[in-house]
């Protein structure tokens, strides 16, 4: 009976592991530069035509380049189940993002249609649910890095992450059916106009401080699979 060398099989372990890594390293990366990158360019061509001129190929490119990284986050960890759980809710929400995107376009053209309004409004709740389970898969990462201290800083960020993004959510939701709300009295009308006022700047703000701490441990992990992958060279 043929048996399989130790020395093979360990090499075949260190071969995987390595591949694994700089899946995750490539991951990591993508996502660290194409969160940004679709935030502004959505906001550029949602409301400036700067970017008119290229349809709706801004606003994909971005999104699929948020749908690579989370395919290459796929592919770490492959024996992880839980893991490639909150993988795939990633990358689904992610393919949700990118079939939307060209609304973004859209809705800068027909700014008066209902369709395209309520699809911006699909966008925004994507976007959000990205940044929830991205979170969350960071948190699954948090073990696998050795390093106590990010750990912490893992555990405390995601859990600020957390409420601050289903808050936001419950905020979106608020606004969506504000403009149902005319046979309250006038007063209560008056303050609905104020927050209408204020609707895109306060869910932009409440968009950037999620978005800063996930950007903050995307590359904190990114440094130490680097550190990681250099130690072992």
Not at 29 to 42: Q, Y
Not at 73 to 97: D, M, T
Not at 196 to 215: A, D, H, N
Request: some cysteine.
């Amino acid at each position: 009976m043929n048996e399989v060398p130790v020395q093979t099989v360990s090499g075949t372990a260190g071969q995987k592991a390595q591949a694994g890594r700089r899946h995750l390293l490539r991951g990591l990366s993508t996502l660290f530069w194409s969160l940004p990158l679709s935030l502004l360019v959505s906001i550029q061509t949602l409301v400036t035509d700067n970017l008119r001129g290229m349809g709706v190929v801004p606003p994909v490119l971005c999104t699929g380049a948020l749908l690579f990284g989370t395919q290459c986050l796929n592919y770490f960890n492959p024996e992880g189940e839980f893991w490639r759980l909150r993988a795939n809710q990633l990358r689904l929400v992610a393919v949700i993002l990118v079939g939307l995107s060209p609304f973004v376009y859209f809705w800068n053209r027909y700014p008066g249609e209902d369709y395209f309004r309520s699809s911006i409004f699909m966008i925004g709740l994507a976007a959000f649910a990205f940044l929830l389970f991205l979170n969350r898969l960071l948190r699954e990462l948090a073990p696998i890095i050795p390093r106590p201290e990010l750990n912490a800083e893992t555990q405390l960020f995601t859990n600020i992450n957390t409420n601050l993004i289903y808050f936001s959510i419950a905020i979106s939701l608020v606004f969506a059916v504000l403009p149902y709300l005319s046979f309250l009295p006038g007063i209560f009308l008056v303050r609905i106009e104020m927050l209408e006022s204020i609707k895109r700047t306060l869910l932009l703000f409440l968009f950037l401080f999620p978005l800063s701490l996930t950007m903050t441990l995307l590359w904190k992990y990114k440094e130490c699979v680097m550190e990681e992958a250099f130690r072992e060279e």
